[in-house]
């Protein structure tokens, strides 16, 4: 809605702005606003200030630039606001009165005929579309005429300085994702990525999105360590930030290490522990009845000279065990079993027979009491070795 100053004549100044807009017939227009050519659509840049030209003119006095004594105008300036396009004053001359917002005032004072505005100190929400009205009467208060023109104000906002952040772990081989950000820019900023001296370089697509203001770097080195810069900028401005990319080797590289190593050492011995379960159960199933290779034989009881010798019929004298002849040495363990003496020590005594030529020894029936072994040399007798049996049953 239209707002003007407080005063006695506002409700005539609302009729007259708002009536002669509407009923006025070109007939009766004696006046004509001016704005120049090409400049209906105005650009500034936001805290600067700007001048939305505009004069106006009589019919048939179309040279002069000097309003005429008599000339009485009343000019306002309106901020078409919002999709609605609610009119908001900016500025109002009014019977030899100006009022306006802070900012805001005419080119040159009145009266005049140029009624350029002029805006000091411009926001991004000073933009949108004026309208300049210019209501034109008498000395007498006859209306002479009314004319109106639009500009259109665009101010533009160079990019606040923008905030860079690193995202991800910077050690060698992992990615990293350089982010940068405008808060405000009018209109959008576009991001460049560049990386300082004295390793210069410029990265563009595909590693740079210029909207978005990421740079992604896959597959980091220690080379690429160094300061990156983000450079902000619009067609009015640019600002700037940078990160310190620091590449390390880093922890995570040996830790990683350490876990595949630790990983096959602990499949190494798991596979060692399998392999030497399996070989005791195979040990373990063996038949306990086995002879043992590793048994040490029973030592042999030195004989008379005498004994060591051939006999006559071509049999070799025996060597008793000296398990079998020595008395045990302490109790036996539980579950053995005691050596079995030599024949030699048990045989009887009988009367050697004269020997026949070509005529095998017969047996000699044992007779009643004990011999002593030299005796039983003496007469031929051959000594027999029992073995004795282990524990497990085998023979030793």
């Known amino acids: 809605m239209v707002s003007l100053p407080g005063s006695p004549a506002t409700s005539l100044l609302r009729f007259l702005f708002l009536g002669l807009t509407t009923l006025a017939s070109?007939?009766?227009?004696?006046?004509?606003?001016?704005?120049?050519?090409?400049?209906?659509?105005?650009?500034?840049?936001?805290?600067?200030?700007?001048?939305?030209?505009?004069?106006?003119?009589?019919?048939?006095?179309?040279?002069?630039?000097?309003?005429?004594?008599?000339?009485?105008?009343?000019?306002?300036?309106?901020?078409?606001?919002?999709?609605?396009?609610?009119?908001s004053q900016v500025l109002?001359?009014?019977?030899?009165?100006?009022?306006?917002?802070?900012?805001?005032?005419?080119?040159?004072?009145?009266?005049?005929?140029?009624?350029?505005?002029?805006?000091?100190?411009?926001?991004?929400?000073?933009?949108?579309?004026?309208?300049?009205?210019?209501?034109?009467q008498d000395s007498q208060g006859t209306v002479r005429g009314h004319s109106s023109k639009t500009l259109e104000l665009n101010v533009l906002v160079p990019p606040a300085p923008p905030s860079c952040r690193l995202r991800g772990v910077p050690h060698v081989g992992t990615n990293v994702t350089l982010s940068c950000q405008s808060p405000r820019s009018k209109p959008a900023a576009q991001y460049q990525w560049v990386r300082s001296p004295p390793s210069s370089q410029v990265f563009f697509a595909p590693v740079l999105d210029a909207i978005t203001g990421s740079l992604n770097l896959k597959n980091l080195s220690t080379s690429m360590s160094g300061v990156y810069i983000c450079k902000a900028h619009n067609e009015v401005g640019s600002a700037q930030c940078n990160v310190t990319l620091k590449v390390s080797t880093g922890p995570e590289a040996t830790v990683v290490a350490g876990a595949v190593v630790g990983t096959v050492v602990g499949l190494g011995l798991l596979v060692g522990l399998v392999l030497l379960y399996q070989r005791r159960g195979k040990a373990l199933e063996e038949p306990a009845n086995d002879i043992k290779e590793d048994a040490i034989a029973p030592r042999t009881l030195p004989w008379p000279k005498g004994s060591d010798t051939i006999s006559k019929n071509g049999t070799l004298s025996s060597v008793t065990s000296a398990r079998a002849l020595r008395p045990p040495q302490g109790p036996p363990r539980p579950g053995a079993l005691s050596p079995t003496p030599s024949l030699s020590s048990q045989v009887l005594p009988s009367p050697r027979?004269?020997?026949?030529?070509?005529?095998?020894?017969?047996?000699?029936?044992?007779?009643?009491?004990?011999?002593?072994?030299?005796?039983?040399?003496?007469?031929?007798?051959?000594?027999?070795?029992?073995?004795?049996?282990?524990?497990?049953?085998?023979?030793?």
Request: net charge positive; hydrophobic share 40%; charged share 15%.
């Open 26 to 87: 070109p007939s009766r227009a004696q006046v004509e606003l001016h704005v120049p050519a090409g400049l209906t659509k105005l650009r500034a840049v936001e805290g600067a200030e700007v001048v939305l030209p505009a004069w106006y003119t009589l019919q048939g006095d179309q040279a002069s630039t000097k309003p005429k004594p008599w000339e009485v105008p009343t000019v306002i300036w309106f901020l078409l606001e919002g999709k609605n396009m609610n009119m």
């Open 353 to 396: 027979l004269p020997r026949t030529d070509g005529a095998r020894p017969q047996p000699i029936s044992p007779s009643a009491g004990g011999v002593s072994s030299s005796a039983l040399s003496r007469m031929g007798a051959v000594p027999v070795m029992v073995p004795a049996r282990s524990q497990a049953g085998s023979l030793v």
């Open 92 to 136: 109002a001359h009014i019977s030899g009165v100006t009022s306006s917002k802070p900012g805001a005032s005419l080119v040159y004072p009145m009266p005049s005929r140029n009624v350029s505005l002029r805006l000091q100190g411009l926001q991004e929400k000073d933009s949108g579309p004026y309208l300049c009205s210019v209501n034109l």
